[in-house]
């Protein structure tokens, strides 16, 4: 049985049979947590689709792995506080809505009181 793609044609991609499945396992992870895929895939397991794109040469080992990994700090930074400003906007766009639902409230209290003197 051959598999497809060929550990020659993969390590032509790579330095090492070590970068190969470092590469492969991280791609794997980042196709299971969603990441979009670069093509569409002959396998199902991630593994496999991971090794796909390797030998195709569309996912490749970062020249600055320390840079790369600020990056996605930072990208998750930025996600995160903008989920926080969304909830926080969401926050006030209730207290507003609480506010204004009072004064309604308050106002036909008092017209009702205005009317019945």
Do not use: C, W
């Amino acid at each position: 049985m051959m598999l497809e793609p060929s550990i020659d044609k993969l390590l032509d991609q790579v330095d090492s049979k070590y970068s190969l499945v470092v590469l492969e396992a991280k791609r794997a992870h980042e196709l299971r947590d969603k990441e979009r895929p670069t093509k569409e895939f002959k396998a199902v397991k991630r593994t496999l689709q991971a090794l796909e794109e390797i030998a195709d040469g569309t996912v490749k080992i970062h020249p600055a792995p320390e840079l790369k990994r600020e990056t996605l700090v930072e990208k998750r930074e930025l996600e995160r506080l903008q989920a926080k400003m969304k909830e926080q906007l969401i926050k006030e766009q209730i207290a507003k809505e609480e506010a204004e639902e009072e004064a309604k409230q308050k106002n036909s209290r008092a017209a009702k009181a205005a009317a019945a003197e």
